[in-house]
């Protein structure tokens, strides 16, 4: 679009420039026709037009390169967003899995040591209502009683922390 206050603007200043030139004051000095010194501001007219023309489109190029810069920038400043958003997300979701990971974990160690307090409890219940304590404190092939087995069995289970959550 062709901001015609700024190209008059350019045409005057191409005028003068060239009216006052050095070229203009020799051809001055010559004896021209009427009808030569027509064609001659013709001409003139026509190189200040056609440069005006000229200049107002490279300003107008300069503004769209201006404005395509700009949007270049918009457009990068938007990504880099996007990225930092989507880093920022991928984050918090391993930080949420980790959580959940630990939480499970103790989870499981709460479960264990609550089995093993029950089996304690059930083992303890047994022994109360056996008619025949000898029976129970006898021993294995191998020397140990009874008890002591599933004491030894029950202490296996475990209630300490196998997994570092840390490296």
């Known amino acids: 679009m062709l901001d015609t206050h700024q190209f008059f603007e350019n045409l005057n200043e191409i005028q003068n420039k060239i009216y006052n030139s050095f070229f203009l004051k020799e051809v001055d000095r010559v004896n021209l026709s009427p009808n030569e010194k027509a064609q001659l501001d013709i001409k003139i007219f026509e190189i200040a037009c056609n440069n005006a023309l000229k200049l107002q489109e490279m300003m107008q190029r300069e503004k769209e390169l201006e404005f395509s810069l700009y949007q270049k920038r918009v457009e990068l400043e938007i990504n880099v967003i996007r990225a930092k958003a989507e880093a ?67 202490s296996k289970i475990k209630d300490t922390e196998d997994v570092n959550l840390d490296s």
């Open 88 to 154: 920022t997300k991928a984050l918090s979701e391993a930080i949420i899995s980790v959580i959940q990971a630990y939480v499970t974990k103790i989870s499981v160690i709460d479960n264990a040591n609550i089995q093993r307090a029950n089996i304690y409890t059930q083992l303890m219940q047994v022994i109360a209502n056996a008619s025949n304590l000898n029976a129970l404190s006898q021993s294995d092939k191998e020397g140990n009683s009874h008890i002591g087995n599933a004491i030894n069995i029950i």
